[in-house]
């Protein structure tokens, strides 16, 4: 293992820029940028960035088969080409190419945090990318007869084509190619001094918008590719152009329209079908529909899970697709797309695309109608059409508003809610997304035009008041099952010891099996007397019930119910098979087994990451947001398939407003875990929570208990942070490491040294000196990239944390 570069220094001065980079949006939202939709054409491979996940990862599908693309980690952009495609990290310092010929081999082409990458371009066999700010374009992969682009230029947004990219130029908006010198200098004369909103190539042509909003495509015509249909301005948005075709999205409806490639691409099977986003391959295309975000693919070339060829369209079974990349911008320029919120799961906006434009809108009821015109003035056809479209326009609201009421209607006999007979709660977390749900979940559109700012206090006022209530019948968010006590006496063998599986907040925790076969961890209060017990365990009861009601998150234990009646208070849980990370690491039964599953570095910094989503989840995107109060290893417990979910709300608070600290009554927490600001000085912020993670990696690195006893004969109690900062901050990392585990090799050894760093800046005894959550998942998915890559001198990147 390398000497730590942290051994001369304090650790607080040598923290550098890595993750603050990290943050940095991509300034440009051109259509010719990367996006996050992508082809590799030879092989047939369509692949998206996933949206309303925690994770905005890309899963693929070739040939009927989806493949969910390793490292599992945030992306930006991507953009494919012949053979391959290639994604942004999060971050945008971090550039990953995968063949897709054979098993989806990553290679890293770029890491530099110093100077971040945007507006990714991959051509047929080459990949170039502008640097953030600079505008200057770097490239990769290219041939000896490959001309490289001026390095004085600077582009706001470019395009890759075959052996030919192209860009705009920031300070004049006109055309520069680069590239394979015939096609690349034949497309940039044609379009000469024309000033351009934005630019895509395709095989040997290049289509945009220019600065009046028409479109202009330039380059080879040996299919039609470059007769360009009559239309107004901005009449075309979205553009998807392949070796001999080019298809466009009409602005007004989202439809499609294509041409060239000698008539062959009718779209005929796209009637009907509205649009975000179109990319096509050489001779077929594949678009991201309005309605739900899927992926549908259609076009003469196309026969990768469907026989039928160009005579229809065919549905991927991809998940749903972000519609652009999330990102930290207030989307000033065009907007940002409705339930951005879900779709980059509480992170950022996804800003609507330049060149913004105006468009067909249908005033609220409310609004007065439009003037009519002067007595003398003669009805022309262009009124007619436009009365015609705001009619029916009027009468699709009204119908829809009419069946959404019938619903309620129907809805509310049904549940018995308007006669007060719910028994299933209902989350009051608000669900925003821009269409019908499919198979991943999610509801209907907000229609309300309030802010989204007034919709979260009103949802904080009433959890608080739920919270302070004493009735049942309405303090209970939804989605938890109400269970008889009855129910869980016979699922638990009433409640036998042998079923005794733990200790929670405010109780014992028992196995059981509910009469539907389901197994489910069943947490019990515990049954005293005395007034002042009751209250407490009232108080947990509630707090757990209120929060993992609305928490939904695969990295929080999952509440399936509760039972209330007399003096008994019980919680259901999903159950979680491999038991908590505590007794994997410290109980003597685990401890002895040499082959046990988490004697892995991969292993244990991929639980470390995901408690860190769970965590980072509580934080950032729960509304409002939630401190856990106790945050240690028996309340990490580990599914089936080993996922790391974060248990235990029963001391759990509400954090007001972001980034405020304020005082509860008492500190709570477990010792050995607890933030010593907090304990010291009653200040809770949710760098409470990152210390006590701190803590946890401490654990998973040195294999010692929070609080230990060192030395022979027992020895004296010592704390792991005590423990193992001095000997990490002398560079002399690899005596402490968990001898259970093993020596690390090259690549894990940069990876546990990496996680080492993460946890001492977490202990730091003041709260501003401490890694924010999101700091600390970035680096956790760095350190857990580490261990799959293969080691190179030129990939490694400077090891860093950075503290608020």
Excluded at 103 to 116: A, G, H, I, M
Excluded at 203 to 227: A, E, M, P, T
Excluded at 499 to 513: P, T
Aim: net charge neutral; charged share 20%; with cysteine.
């Amino acid at each position: 293992m390398k000497t730590s570069p942290f051994s001369s220094v304090n650790l607080r001065l040598a923290a550098v820029t890595v993750v603050v980079i990290s943050f940095l949006a991509p300034s440009s939202h051109a259509l010719g940028s990367g996006t996050t939709l992508a082809i590799a054409d030879n092989s047939a491979t369509v692949c998206g960035i996933v949206a309303g996940e925690t994770t905005r990862r890309i899963e693929c599908y070739r040939e009927g088969v989806i493949v969910a693309v390793v490292p599992d980690v945030n992306f930006t952009s991507i953009s494919g080409g012949r053979d391959y495609f290639c994604g942004l990290r999060f971050g945008n310092s971090n550039l990953h190419c995968w063949d897709t010929i054979a098993s989806f081999e990553r290679k890293r082409l770029y890491n530099d945090s110093s100077v971040p990458l945007e507006n990714l371009a991959v051509g047929d066999t080459h990949v170039c990318a502008t640097v953030v700010r600079d505008g200057t374009v770097r490239c990769w992969r290219t041939s000896d007869t490959f001309d490289p682009p001026s390095g004085s230029d600077q582009f706001a947004s470019i395009s890759s084509g075959n052996g030919f990219s192209c860009g705009i130029l920031r300070n004049s908006s006109g055309i520069r190619c680069w590239g394979e010198v015939n096609i690349s200098r034949q497309i940039e004369s044609g379009f000469g001094n024309v000033s351009m909103l934005s630019v895509v190539a395709g095989g040997s042509h290049v289509c945009g918008l220019d600065s009046s909003g028409f479109l202009v495509c330039k380059g080879i015509n040996s299919s039609g590719q470059l007769n360009v249909p009559q239309g107004g301005a901005f009449e075309f948005s979205g553009l998807a152009l392949g070796a001999e075709h080019v298809c466009a999205i009409r602005r007004l409806n989202g439809s499609v329209i294509c041409w060239g490639g000698n008539g062959r691409f009718s779209v005929n099977v796209t009637e009907g079908v509205s649009f975000e986003s179109i990319v096509s391959g050489s001779n077929f295309t594949c678009g991201l529909t309005t309605m739900n975000l899927s992926v549908v693919c259609w076009g003469p070339g196309w026969s990768n899970g469907s026989s039928s060829g160009s005579s229809s369209r065919f549905e991927l079974p991809l998940p749903r697709i972000l519609p652009g990349p999330c990102v930290q911008s207030s989307c000033s320029e065009c907007g940002s797309y409705l339930g951005y919120q879900y779709l980059c799961s509480g992170f950022g906006n996804i800003c609507k695309p330049m060149p913004c434009s105006p468009q067909l809108t249908v005033p609220p009821p409310s609004s007065q109608p439009p003037p009519p015109p002067p007595p003398m003035s003669p009805p022309t056809s262009s009124r007619s059409k436009t009365l015609t479209r705001g009619l029916l326009a009027f009468a699709i609201i009204g119908s829809v508003g009419a069946f959404a009421g019938i619903c309620t209607i129907v809805y509310c006999l049904w549940s018995g809610v308007c006669f007060g007979k719910k028994k299933v709660h209902n989350s009051v977390q608000p669900t925003m997304t821009r269409g019908s749900s499919g198979s991943n979940g999610g509801g209907a559109s907000n229609n309300s035009t309030s802010s989204i700012s007034s919709v979260i206090k009103r949802q904080s006022s009433i959890i608080m008041r739920r919270q302070r209530s004493g009735t049942s019948s309405t303090k209970h968010p939804d989605r938890a099952e109400e269970f008889t006590l009855a129910e869980l006496v016979a699922a638990t063998n009433n409640f036998s010891l042998e079923n005794k599986i733990g200790s929670g907040s405010f109780g014992v925790v028992y196995k059981g099996k509910l009469a539907d076969g389901r197994e489910v961890a069943i947490k019990r209060g515990e049954t005293g007397s005395k007034m002042k017990k009751f209250q407490e365990k009232e108080t947990a009861f509630e707090s757990e019930l209120s929060f993992l009601s609305r928490l939904h998150h695969k990295h929080l234990v999952g509440l399936v119910g509760f039972c209330e009646e007399k003096d008994e208070r019980l919680l259901v849980y999903e159950y979680m098979k491999n038991g908590a990370l505590y007794d994997h690491l410290h109980n003597k039964n685990n401890v002895e087994k040499s082959s046990s599953v988490l004697n892995s570095w991969k292993m244990r910094i991929k639980i470390a990451l995901d408690a860190a989503r769970g965590i980072e989840y509580l934080h950032n995107y729960a509304v409002p947001s939630i401190i856990h109060r106790d945050i240690k290893s028996s309340n990490i417990l580990l599914d089936a398939t080993w996922t790391a979910r974060v248990s235990d709300f029963g001391l759990s608070m509400m954090s007001p407003e972001p980034n405020r600290d304020y005082r509860p009554i008492k500190a709570a927490g477990t010792v050995g875990y607890i933030d010593p600001e907090y304990y010291g000085l009653n200040v809770l912020t949710a760098k409470s929570d990152v210390y006590g993670l701190g803590v946890v990696l401490l654990e998973l690195l040195t294999g010692k208990r929070a609080i230990f006893k060192h030395g022979e004969d027992g020895g004296t109690p010592l704390s792991v942070v005590d423990f193992a900062v001095p000997t990490i901050l002398a560079g002399e990392l690899v005596k402490i490491l968990d001898p259970r585990v093993g020596p690390p090799d090259v690549n894990e050894g940069e990876a546990v040294e990496l996680v080492s760093y993460i946890a001492i800046h977490c202990v730091n005894l003041e709260g501003k000196d401490r890694p924010t959550i999101a700091d600390i998942v970035l680096n956790l998915e760095r350190a857990l990239a580490i261990c799959d890559t293969i080691h190179d001198s030129n990939s490694s990147g400077k090891i860093s944390v950075v503290s608020e």
